[in-house]
DNA sequence: TAAGTATTTTAGAATCATTCTAATTTGTAT
DNA sequence: ATACAAATTAGAATGATTCTAAAATACTTA
């Protein structure tokens, strides 16, 4: 891993915030002030090829990256905020339901967020 | 519903393809040669605001326009290609688990289609 | 260590999908 | 037919992402 890609990876990992390349560049900047935003591209690509990280993306919104932390996502309707869950594992279900084909899935689900439903009151 | 609001619903209804909006347009213009790409924009966004059509995004891919149908998607890891699957539904299991917030679920399911597996042979 | 090679990063242009704006057209009601 | 609202068009603008070529850095081996 290269200086960049291990301080990428490590905001990354260490945020709960499933962070856009954008907010990455940010954070990273705060650090390393010359870095520049394709790095960042650069190096989230070759991060999610890899497997050593996660990324989201959701109808109308930027893709986000996350930890590869087995959980599924909490999605607003209104506000697009991503928060994490841990469900039932479905593994066993759907290889059951579909065979050896399956490789793994990705449970999204939607809701109103706390704060969008006191916004509504 | 204007007109090319019904012309694109149909499209997308009559599919079972999973069309990108350059894939819309393209059918579209078979039928009315002078459409303009900003307006299939217009009314898939119209469409699918309205809940008529959904719309799937899946990680690096062009998002696909869809029934609304009930059911879930295969996307084969290799190609890309979205294919439907009717799986057993979660909605009665997630509401148990996280309650009255849930409002609806997606689940993608990742696999290597038949002809990627052909092709790797 | 020095030279040579490979890899990473940079800067900025290029691309692609999508949205926006303003003008035009179409449709509808009066 | 006239007036008004809504839909469509054309093309510019935007925003995210990728690409390209040059510069910097790291790595290898003589």
Request: with cysteine; aromatic share 0%; net charge positive.
């Given at each position: 891993m290269t200086k960049y890609e291990k301080e990428i990876y490590n905001i990354i990992t260490d945020s709960t915030g499933h962070l856009t390349v954008e907010q990455i560049y940010l954070e990273l900047k705060k650090k390393?002030?010359?870095?520049?935003?394709a790095t960042v591209y650069n190096n989230v690509n070759k991060l999610w090829k890899a497997g050593r990280i996660r990324k989201i993306s959701v109808e109308n919104m930027q893709d986000r990256y996350d930890r590869v932390i087995k959980h599924d996502h909490l999605i607003c309707q209104k506000c697009g905020r991503l928060a994490d869950i841990l469900l039932e594992d479905l593994t066993a279900s759907l290889r059951g339901q579909m065979g050896e084909e399956f490789l793994f899935y990705d449970l999204k689900i939607f809701y109103i967020c706390p704060d969008c439903r006191k916004k509504d009151l």
């Open positions: 390393c002030p010359k870095v520049v935003l």
